[in-house]
């Protein structure tokens, strides 16, 4: 009895005491007071020093892309440090290349704030925020595709520009013991801020079997956003072409609903590529874009079709009807959305039509 | 063990009992950190260093505290918070007031605390009852053999950089097996003193 009580006591006095130290280190040597943080020379923060960039930027609602949650493991947390930074540390280096190196690029999670600091960082990142949002609409679209409507909280709004996505936080859930974030492209218009529609296929993966098993109308997620270089650019002169697989056509739906929504009067044509008919969705929102924007057509095409089918359509897959629709591609515009494959070929026919490199914008997944 | 000098306690942790050829202990941060010289030195000196000051830390511990009290079963409870604790403290004191240190060395100190070698010369110092001069001796040999191993093989792996390896031995294959080369050689000093 006496050598339990005496072993309690002295385990329990001694982690106490170190506790109590480590606790007082903690306030004195690892305070470093407030800090001023500058971000493109126009925006002030005072941020708590002692802390890494990242986490500091996350507090001021600034979301700096990272997968890994600051233990140097995925080198996405990139910023520019024009000032305060310290040297490039040895856990830095093997996610920077020579130009980065040279560009003042860190790692963000890495670099602690201990003196006032300037940082660069893309603007577009100052709109990226993170938003509670509940479950409205979760609607089979085919066998594999959900559509999911989040609405945001009364009130709130999320300005994105059409073709851009979110992230989605997946919580733990019976047979996943981790959280993750999946990105998926927004499908609604940028009219409508107070929701966003998205379209999920069943891949077997974290998120897709959290959507398709798990989730339930009502529920709460979070998601965070907007992301992306991939959105449509105003340039009215050019005939657009869009081309989506699958769920690709979540990001080129946004862009016709603004193009509906703002009444652009622009040539485009719309090559939706699936396996069946069963495969094809939205059809009756498509075919209502013909109506609101003059100079629209649909182009559905179906890779394995079959006689029972009864499909009157184009057979083949998009490339198909890409190499027989399409003349000439100089002065027009091409927003690809799908797998790398797809896109692959994709970008390869459009180059020998004459398309330039900066005429092709597309998103891979 | 009273008897034994302390300089050949040191010498003998550097070669004879050479934590990483004899022992093979300390071999996670050998074989994953052991890609370039200086860093390679850098780890060294650390461990050298945290692993010294623990084992002073931990001996007076034992000693005025374990000891009397007849808990010498908490030592392993007891030596491993110590570590941890310390290390934390080492790193936010030198983080604070000697920065360039901070950048050369202090980066490695997180991965110190799971280095097998710092709780081992403290377990092994009580379990051989060394004296307080030995115990320091020894944790400080058992730190520059471990230097001295981890530079010897970031050495050897430059060297070997730009040869082509058998698909599987890439990587910590081939590092055991110059690990394994290396203890061999090592084992020819093992005639000269003996600690144990």
Redesign the interface.
Known sequence: MHMIL??TA??TS??GL?AV??TL??RT??N?GEKKLVINDDKEYIVKGGSSLLSALIGEKIFIPSACGGKGTCGYCKVKVLEGG??V???ELPWLSKEELDGNIRLSCQV?I?EDMKIYIPEELFNVREYEATVEILEDMTPEIKKVRLRLNEGEEINFKPGQYIQLKVPAYEGNDEEVFRAYSIASSPEEKNFIDLYIGYTGGIATTYVHKFLKKGDRVYINGPYGDFYYHDNRDKEMVLVAVGTGIAPILSILRYMADNRIDRKATFYFGAKTPNDLFELELIHSFEESIPGFKFIPTLSRVKEEHNWTGERGRVNVQLEKYIDNGEGKEAYLCGSPAMIDTVVEILKKKGFTDDAIFYDRF | MMDINPTTIFLAAIFTNNMIFSYFLGMCSFISVSNEIPTSLGLGQAVTFVTTATAIINYIIYKYVLLPLHLEYLRFVVFIITIAAFVQLIEMVVERYFPSLYYSLGIFLPLITVNCIVFAVSLFMVIRNYTFLQSVAYAAGSGLGWTLAIVAMAGAKQRIKNNKLPKGLEGPGITLIITGLMALAFVGFSGIVQIQ
């Open positions: 005496l072993t002295i385990v001694f982690t170190l130290l480590l280190a903690d040597i690892a470093y310290g040297p540390l040895p856990t602690k201990k």
